[in-house]
């Protein structure tokens, strides 16, 4: 099943080398690999030549088992390591920019952040991997968030761990409800919630230009922006529904290990999405939008 996930879903996603099972390989009459049982491997034979040599047959029940790290293949572990990598150099990057930018001062954040969405839509489009380029928006969409949370913190003492939590619950929430079998990553599913996402940024960007013009539609205060922002909060843990269901089916596919830097960066965007609206979220439940 192709991934609905908008990060892994295009073209050259989860890209899969030859010589993987069922990757590039030809299959031939008679099954798989045709008669031959050992086809595409190092002990393959011609069709129709006698058995294995001795040495062939030693060599294959005493070498190496090809597991993960034998074939290079993506695993569950490379994801999380790549994801905690991206996220450590995101809080690093958050860390720099609240002890040594002024709380009032947003330049800096608004060039980080914009610097941020262009190297994630370079990420997004580009069909090779590049962990520099990943680890890269990770600093410059910390270094934003850094400045952003130390304001909210110094107008509300505290919420900047507050909305830690309250991402690491949703986080943990949506691991239990996909790994339980509660939500199901159907085609529907994905159309339904991709439609939903997008309309909401097209509201979000339309109230922002309002804004510009001194006009305030009142999606980021009061009823109306709580109601806004546990949506937000529900295309997050939308988006990380998506985010497992195209890391499982990577692994299950075999794909290269590199992936696992696309799979971190999917889950770091999707993270990132939730602990903003969170942010919004409890500033207007206490009282400041």
Known sequence: MRSSNPVFSREGSFTREPGYAGFGTTAQAGGPYGQNPYAGTPYAQPQGQGPLTDEQLYQMYNG?????????????????????????????????????????NFGFAIAASLAAMVVGLVVSFKRSVSPPLILTYAALQGFAMGAVSHAFNTMLNGIVIQAVLGT??????????????????????????????????????????????????????????????????????????????????????????????????????????????????????????
Request: charged share 15%; no cysteine; aromatic share 10%.
């Open 168 to 289: 690491a619950a949703v986080f943990a929430a949506m691991l239990f409800a996909y790994k339980s079998g509660r939500i199901r990553v159907t085609a529907r599913y994905a159309r339904i919630g991709i439609a939903v996402a997008m309309g909401f940024v097209l509201l979000m960007l339309v109230n922002m230009i309002a804004m510009a013009f001194g006009a305030d539609m009142g999606l980021r205060s009061g009823p109306l922006g709580i109601v806004v922002g546990l949506i937000g909060i529900g295309l997050g843990a939308f988006f990380l529904s998506l985010d497992f269901a195209a890391i499982e089916e990577a692994i299950a596919q075999g794909a290269p290990q590199r992936e696992s830097w696309r799979a971190a960066f999917g889950l770091t965007l999707s993270l990132v999405w939730i602990y903003m609206e969170m942010l919004r979220l409890i500033a207007i439940l206490r009282g400041d939008d």
């Open 64 to 104: 190496p088992s090809a597991g993960p790290a034998a074939t290079g293949r993506m695993t569950l572990d490379d994801v999380v390591a790549r994801t905690a990598m991206t996220l450590l150099t995101l809080v690093v990057a958050g860390a720099v920019a609240w002890f040594t930018l002024p709380f009032e």
